[in-house]
């Protein structure tokens, strides 16, 4: 009869609408500012790959590199409204979120080496970091690491009197802008996706960033001098918006908390290469001169910049610098 031909009918679209429904993969658009072929391209192409794999394709990781969706302040925004899902900002970009306590990574000669940096990262300090992005809507998941900045100019960065006066592009930090007029320079803030032009046109004269940031974003074509100064850390904080991760059907979040083990692992694996390989690639354009600072220099420069410590130490707590002295010896 026709109603039984309606009822099948019905059936078969209710069906079919609620196995669309569990085909659908749940999508997460995962922005990011650097360029693919960097530590953390990589390890955002890597976490997408495993998420897929550990979900069965219940999840699509979309990433976005190079700052396609949003520049830096931007994508905060679009993270805490859920116009993104995923971020991995670089730690000196949290104060304008008002969680300046991450600000501690940016403090001029505070870590010697990665094995220093991990002991804060993965202990009470760097837990209890992520902790203060929740009440802003923001879930903490990881730490991924790049590592340490160097300084570029078009003048030769040997020693704290060769700041003086010129302009350097810094992150979103109140530590760096302290950091750059300790020397005497001048901090200008600027997003990441504007500093190739910035030093190409002159509006600032030099600038600080791991080499695989400095290499892939080309700065060397328009930066004469590159000073191996390893003077500070850069690395990040992978987030999620909380609504959204808290939402997440527990197996699905479980396995995508494996990927993301997975992929912090890998990024801390891969930095130092990338940022080694990077260096070659500077050397052979032939297009900046590499400078490495000695012993001595380096030791001149963190005087000068030891001040910093001082300063800001308010800025980011006290008890937190006093930890991060006391564990990394
Ligand atoms: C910068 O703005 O220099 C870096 O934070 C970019 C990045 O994400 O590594």
Redesign the pocket.
């Known amino acids: 009869s026709r109603r039984t031909l309606v009822q099948a009918l019905l059936a078969v679209t209710a069906l079919g609408a609620s196995v669309a429904q569990a085909q659908a993969p749940i999508v997460i658009k995962f922005s990011?500012?650097?360029a693919a072929d960097?530590p953390?391209g990589k390890a955002s192409e890597f976490f997408a790959k495993r998420a897929a794999e550990l979900t069965k394709g219940k999840v699509k990781v979309e990433v976005y590199a190079n700052s396609a969706l949003y520049k830096?302040k931007e994508e905060l925004e679009a993270l805490q409204i859920g116009a993104v899902q995923m971020l991995?900002?670089?730690l000196?970009?949290f104060g304008p979120l008002g969680v300046k306590e991450f600000e501690a990574f940016d403090f001029p000669f505070i870590f010697d080496d990665t094995a220093d940096l991990h002991k804060i990262t993965q202990g009470a300090v760097g837990a209890g970091l992520m902790a203060k992005l929740e009440p802003r809507g923001i879930h903490g998941l990881a730490f991924w690491d790049?590592g340490f900045k160097s300084f570029s100019a078009n003048t030769p960065i040997k020693t704290p009197a060769d700041f003086k006066g010129k302009k350097f592009?810094?992150?979103s930090s109140k530590v760096l802008e302290e950091e750059i007029r300790s020397v005497g320079g001048i901090p200008q803030v600027m997003?990441?996706s504007e500093?190739y032009q910035a030093l190409q046109t002159g509006v600032v004269d030099g600038?600080?960033?791991?080499i695989s940031?400095f290499y892939t974003q080309k700065m060397h074509e328009v930066q004469k001098h590159l000073s191996i100064t390893n003077h500070g850390y850069?690395g990040?904080a992978v987030i999620a918006n909380k609504k959204f991760w808290d939402g997440l059907p527990a197996d699905v979040r479980g396995q995508l908390e494996q990927a993301m083990k997975e992929s912090t692992a890998y990024a801390n694996k891969i930095a130092q290469e990338e940022n080694d390989a990077a260096l070659e690639g500077v050397k052979k354009s032939g297009k900046t001169t590499v400078y490495v600072l000695t012993k001595d220099e380096r030791l001149a420069l963190k005087k000068a910049m030891a001040p910093v410590h001082l300063k800001m130490a308010d800025r980011v707590g006290k008890e937190t610098l006093q930890t991060i002295y006391k564990e990394t010896g």
């Open positions: 990011h500012v650097v960097t953390k830096d991995a900002p670089s000196a970009k790049n592009r810094i992150q997003a990441f500093v600038t600080e960033n791991p940031n850069l990040y």
